[in-house]
């Protein structure tokens, strides 16, 4: 039975390649799907690849994973630093949680260095580009496989 993986993208992601390429690469969104998808195959995965601007819709996207996922991939990007209801909504989900950020959260602005998410995440990949999410792929595929 293939395992579905839901990835989470928040605010601003859909402006990759665009926004900041200095900080967060010249890739697409449409690219991170891309490699995800081909890594999901590789690991006999299925994806459900998401990105919202609104924090109610991520909400309600991790509340509804608890009966069809067997994992979160999430980038949570500004909501990282300031949403107690992000985590709240990971806490009541019941599988692994990875959380990832294209840039090294800890080499910026001292606000971005707390994140709410990372109470709940079981792991934190931060700084390596948009590899970061097939970097999490693997990590899924080794704490659902276990």
Not at 19 to 39: F, M, N, W
Not at 48 to 74: P, T, Y
Not at 108 to 121: L, P
Request: net charge negative.
């Amino acid at each position: 039975m293939t395992k579905t993986i839901l990835i989470l993208n928040g605010p601003n992601l859909n402006l990759l390649g665009k926004r900041q390429p200095e900080i967060y690469g010249t890739g697409t969104l449409d690219d991170v799907h891309s490699a995800c998808a081909e890594k999901a195959r590789e690991l006999d995965l299925e994806i459900d690849f998401q990105q919202s601007n609104s924090e109610g819709e991520l909400v309600d996207l991790i509340q509804g994973a608890n009966e069809r996922c067997a994992a979160i991939i999430i980038n949570p990007a500004a909501y990282s630093h300031s949403s107690v209801a992000i985590l709240d909504a990971l806490n009541a989900y019941d599988g692994p949680v990875i959380e990832v950020h294209i840039s090294n959260i800890h080499k910026r602005e001292a606000f971005r260095h707390h994140s709410y998410v990372s109470a709940r995440a079981d792991g934190v990949i931060a700084g390596c580009g948009t590899q970061g999410y097939v970097l999490a792929l693997d990590r899924v595929a080794a704490l659902i496989n276990t």
